[in-house]
């Protein structure tokens, strides 16, 4: 009997070299980028997790996903200037930087930083890519069983050295 291929599936670990691009916005273009993921675990944006489904090693795949399967709806209100002094000393204040912040309610949120004016950072609660679809062109480079602290963790780890 001859051996199936393995299929992207739930805690399989894939290796998956892509592309996107995003209507209207040329700076978040990717262009051939690899990445290891653990395949049922949100580690990849809902689309791009349900298309890959199914597939096996040297699949190539064009997706289209709409915000609602991406990165979500922009967020209304969700602009915040920040001072930079009431920040973590060694917080990098890069563009597209996810910040986590503790309200004293308890709260936990992520916020993005959209730039720096100032003394002050500016961050947005919106992910970069909110709001916007998102076209990848999806090569599968691999795919493995995922080991069992993998599964406990919700993630790939890079393979030992
Ligand atoms: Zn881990």
Do not use: C
């Not at 009997?1 to 894939?14: C, E, I, L, N, P």
């Not at 070299?17 to 209507?23: E, G, H, K, L, N």
């Not at 720096?116 to 890519?129: A, F, N, R, T």
């Amino acid at each position: 009997m001859a051996t199936d291929r393995k299929r992207v599936r739930m805690g399989q670990v894939v290796s998956i070299r892509f592309s996107m691009t995003v209507d209207g916005g040329e700076q978040h273009r990717v262009d051939d980028e690899l990445a290891v993921y653990l395949h049922g675990h949100g580690n990849v944006v809902p689309g791009l997790e349900r298309a890959l489904e199914g597939h096996a090693k040297g699949d190539v795949i064009d997706v289209v996903i709409p915000p609602e399967d991406g990165y979500g709806p922009r967020k209304k209100g969700g602009l915040r200037r920040i001072p930079r002094s009431s920040l973590a000393k060694d917080l990098e204040t890069t563009v597209g930087t996810q910040v986590v912040m503790h309200s004293a309610d308890g709260d936990v949120r992520s916020l993005w930083i959209t730039g720096v004016e100032g003394e002050d950072v500016l961050m947005d609660e919106s992910h970069p890519l909110a709001g916007l679809t998102l076209r990848y062109r999806v090569e599968v480079v691999a795919v493995r069983e995922a080991h069992v602290d993998e599964l406990l963790h919700g993630h790939a780890h890079p393979p030992p050295s």
